[in-house]
């Protein structure tokens, strides 16, 4: 297994990394969701239409909002996006939030998700975050033991998600930035 940890390049994407970006976010989900969400849900993601929805967000971007990738040797292999806290609810509720990343599964256990998920953490303090938030999927155990390991904690609030015709619990993790 080759560790790519050194030799990854962060940047935020251009309208030409599109296509690489849906090709990650769905064989990402394929790998992380598989016999946890309804296979026919897993089926239908689309790899053309999630590269249509990122070239869209990179062209059309939602102000507070970063897209980022992570590739090595000129090939994208994670992405991630961060911006403002999406579910409020009570006041001291942290007011960043990593939404998403997604490594490749070719690129799984190489460090590539540990240097982009530090940019992103960079990026939320530098929006003036001083604190964040995620959502991961209950039944998730390698993403939860890899926030765990870069220091978020379970915060006590739950909440569930439909996706086709499950049900999916979801655990809030934060940190201090």
């Not at 962060?10 to 946890?36: C, F, I, K, L, Q």
């Not at 309804?38 to 053309?48: C, G, K, S, T």
């Not at 409020?88 to 460090?111: F, Q, R």
Request: glycine fraction near 6%.
């Amino acid at each position: 297994m080759k560790d790519w940890h050194m030799g990854v390049t962060v940047r935020s994407p251009n309208a030409e990394d599109a296509e690489r970006m849906g090709e990650v976010h769905v064989a990402a989900w394929r790998m992380a969701y598989t016999g946890v969400m309804p296979a026919d849900y897993l089926a239908a993601l689309d790899e053309r239409r999630s590269a249509e929805r990122w070239a869209r967000n990179i062209t059309n971007p939602t102000s507070g909002v970063t897209n980022l990738v992570a590739e090595v040797d000129g090939t994208i292999q994670a992405i991630a996006t961060v911006g403002p806290f999406r579910d409020h609810k009570s006041i001291d509720d942290p007011s960043g939030e990593l939404w998403m990343i997604n490594v490749h599964p070719d690129a799984v256990s190489t460090g590539i998700a540990t240097a982009l998920h530090r940019r992103a953490l960079d990026q939320l303090r530098s929006d003036g975050h001083h604190r964040a938030a995620l959502w991961v999927v209950d039944d998730n155990p390698r993403a939860r033991r890899f926030y765990e390991r870069e220091g978020w904690s379970e915060d006590p609030v739950r909440k569930e998600d439909q996706f086709g015709d499950r049900t999916i619990a979801e655990v809030r993790y934060s940190i201090s930035l």
